[in-house]
């Protein structure tokens, strides 16, 4: 059966983030020990109440992209047993599925996003603007189009509780030189397209991700933390899509849904989610995890 855990307690290890979903420890020798969480954000917003199994969901699906995607670019994790670096007496079970340990790495200061299709705030931005983050788009599209080619809408990487904000690609070469830049962007666009042409033969449209980045001390490039997830991305049945709407998705759209009909402003704290919403959003990971990766939760 799935464990659920909110929030991650290891004695003798040194916390040094705990983030929306994922609390991070340091390891001796230049490494991590990153838990994927049962909490759920959404508009920025972590809410009270966690999806049981999340966590372990999620770290499933990254560790299989990670490892389809290797040949494009190198990524944080390190083969090393969880046994090994656990304090004693942890309960081993609770943390196999959703824990993982990884270099440490510098972060680029940006949130890489890909899009192949005009949705979320990338289609408010066109609707504004023409444009997304800078990129002008043919006059007349609709939500969830498809775009020409997709496109590399960096953000800002916000703190809990605060929004990203899209910017333009020169605001990060502005923050982290061209160079960075561009291989930033490249492999971002790189494992889109791969991702989203694997995705498409299992009768599933990854219509946009959101990747992290990293450099060791020889400023060698890295993706991270979670990969190609539905917490980090929006995937949608192929046979379910039309434009012109919002589709079915088998990420947490499922639970933002529901949020847009409260009379919320987005700010902390969050509301209560209700057990039927719950329900349906751990169903929503498993069936992604299962399409995707041919892996069924016990």
Not at 9 to 20: A, D, Q, T, V, Y
Not at 155 to 162: E, L, P
Not at 199 to 208: K, M, V, Y
Request: charged content about 20%.
């Amino acid at each position: 059966m799935p464990t659920t855990l909110s929030q991650s307690n290891l004695p003798g290890l040194e916390l040094i983030h705990r983030g929306k979903v994922r609390d991070v420890y340091a390891l001796p020798g230049q490494r991590l020990l990153i838990v994927a969480t049962d909490r759920l954000s959404a508009f920025d917003v972590v809410l009270p109440d966690p999806i049981p199994g999340k966590g372990e969901m999620l770290t499933q699906i990254s560790n299989f992209w990670f490892g389809k995607t290797a040949h494009l670019v190198p990524n944080h994790l390190l083969d090393v047993p969880l046994a090994q670096v656990l304090p004693p007496g942890t309960d081993l079970a609770l943390y196999a599925k959703r824990a993982v340990v990884t270099r440490r790495l510098k972060p680029v200061p940006v949130e890489a996003i890909a899009r192949g299709y005009l949705i979320g705030s990338g289609w408010k931005d066109y609707q504004r603007t023409g444009a997304v983050c800078g990129i002008a788009l043919p006059p007349g599209l609709k939500q969830a189009q498809q775009l020409p080619e997709p496109i590399f809408t960096p953000s800002t990487k916000a703190a809990v509780g605060d929004h990203d904000e899209n910017v333009s690609f020169d605001a990060v070469v502005d923050a982290v030189g061209r160079e960075l830049a561009e291989k930033v962007r490249d492999a971002t666009l790189a494992i889109y397209r791969w991702a989203a042409a694997y995705a498409a033969e299992r009768g599933i449209i990854l219509a946009d991700t959101k990747l992290e980045f990293g450099t060791d001390e020889d400023g060698k490039l890295y993706v991270m933390d979670e990969m190609l997830t539905p917490d980090s991305s929006r995937y949608w049945p192929a046979d379910q899509y039309q434009v012109g709407i919002s589709p079915p998705s088998y990420d947490k759209q499922f639970v933002r849904d529901y949020l847009e009909t409260l009379d919320w402003n987005k700010t902390a704290p969050g509301p209560h989610v209700p057990p039927e919403v719950i329900a349906g959003t751990s169903a929503k990971y498993a069936e992604a995890l299962q399409r995707l990766a041919g892996i069924s939760i016990d």
